[in-house]
């Protein structure tokens, strides 16, 4: 089974934890080369944050592409340098997750909720939000039942709307939840050094 494909990949992988600022952070290394890190809330075990970095074709490091959390910031510029900027009241389109929910929120959508619609696409295995307004249009999938090879299921999606904020959730199905438990068990085995503990490049 696919569920079980991904859980092998995952205790294959060469893992490094480090405990530091309230968070365990764990570090993934797997034997095709791509890299995945992780912080977890120590209080509550939730993922607050996951990144994903490839080796390029000549096996340069890539940037970290940020699956769940906050988008990364872009580099800092001066100022004065005439560069062109995304506008700060463009919709930001994130993902962080509860305990039983894969959960995406859309910032900067001043629209009433009776203007989305939200919908599961099997056959294109992704999420689609349209406003009847036309004034935005996104498409994405659910990449950890993509990983496992599990079926999108349009009753287990919901959203909603406030403070110009579109909350979309899907409930985690039973075989993620089990996943889930079964690698934070595999982590909390790790012996996490404390920072200061080990000398660690900064990402």
Known sequence: MAVQCWTDILKSSKKTALIHDGKRKIHY??????????????????????????????????????EVGEPLAGPVTSLDSEVIKEN????????????????????????????????????????????????????FSVVDLDRSQLPLDSSALSFTHANNTLIISYKKPKEILTLEQELLKELKKLKGTAEGDVDCKTQ
């Not at 990144?51 to 970290?64: E, V």
């Not at 294109?124 to 249009?137: D, H, L, Q, V």
């Open 29 to 66: 290394l797997f034997t095709d080369g791509k890299e995945m890190a992780e912080e977890y809330d120590l209080k509550t075990d939730e993922l607050i944050v996951r990144k994903w970095r490839h080796k390029s074709a000549l096996g340069a490091q890539g940037q970290w592409q940020v």
């Open 88 to 139: 700060c009241s463009n919709p930001v389109f994130m993902r962080k997750d509860t305990k039983t929910s894969f959960q995406w929120r859309i910032r900067n959508l001043p629209y009433p909720k009776d203007v989305f619609s939200v919908s599961v696409e099997p056959s294109e295995r992704c999420i689609i939000i349209k406003t009847s307004n036309k004034k935005y249009y996104k498409k």
